[in-house]
């Protein structure tokens, strides 16, 4: 069974700086690795997805993220933030090889400051 | 290219009553799934369809859940005797069904689900 941790609930940040958000999963078997961006009383929207191949993951509105085996850990990164970015980031993972069933993080609420 | 559709939006049931969800997936998609987000929580996979055919019910309540994707119209889930504790947002997602491979979830707006 697969599972996932999104070390920190909240993360504040001031407009135009980098921010990081943490994600760690554990699984017996190889994955797939998902980040998705839920603004307020939205669906998600997927930001990025790692299958296989590179492990720096390139995503839309800035967003990548960088996926280490050995540390099992797929954190995802932006170098300068804007307003719009305050959302909600999921963190997600499914059994490679396998259907998409999806196993979500608690989640991470980005909220940017001016 | 209308994407996923939910509806209703927000619905509230007293206890007891029954509720209907509905999904309506993007166009071309013949995978459905489920999800469940509580409050102030992640999603969790509640179930998942392909027409005609449940593939995965393995995160469904054994009791007054239910779920089902037609052969034609929309996947329906079911909540029968609704309680306070299935208060939440109730997603769906679908997908192509691209063989030998992983294919992307779409989200839909989502169900938000009041009990009073």
């Known amino acids: 069974a697969q599972s996932v941790t999104q070390l920190d609930s909240q993360v504040p940040v001031f407009e135009e700086a980098p921010v990081e958000l943490r994600c760690n999963y554990s699984?017996?078997?190889?994955?797939?690795l998902f980040w998705y961006v839920q603004y307020p009383n939205q669906g998600l929207q997927l930001l990025l997805k790692y299958l296989s191949g590179s492990t720096l993951v390139k995503g839309i509105n800035g967003f990548e993220a960088e996926f280490n085996k050995s540390q099992t850990s797929f954190h995802l990164r932006k170098p300068s933030v804007h307003i719009s970015d305050t959302a909600e980031y999921f963190c997600a993972v499914s059994e490679s090889g396998g259907y998409n069933k999806l196993i979500f993080g608690a989640g991470t609420r980005l909220a940017v400051h001016p | 290219n209308a994407g996923v559709m939910q509806n209703p939006r927000h619905l509230v049931r007293r206890r007891g009553q029954e509720a209907r969800l509905r999904c309506s997936p993007m166009?071309?998609?013949?995978?459905v799934y489920w999800y469940r987000q509580l409050p102030e929580e992640g999603l969790k996979f509640m179930v998942y369809l392909q027409k005609e055919n449940i593939i995965d019910e393995s995160g469904m309540p054994k009791e007054r859940f239910s779920a089902e994707f037609p052969k034609e119209g929309p996947s329906i889930l079911r909540i029968q005797q609704v309680v306070r504790g299935d208060s939440a947002a109730y997603f769906c997602a679908s997908s192509p069904g691209l063989a030998g491979t992983t294919d992307t979830q779409y989200f839909g707006p989502g169900t938000r689900l009041t009990v009073l």
């Open positions: 166009k071309g998609h013949s995978h």
């Open positions: 699984s017996s078997v190889s994955v797939y």
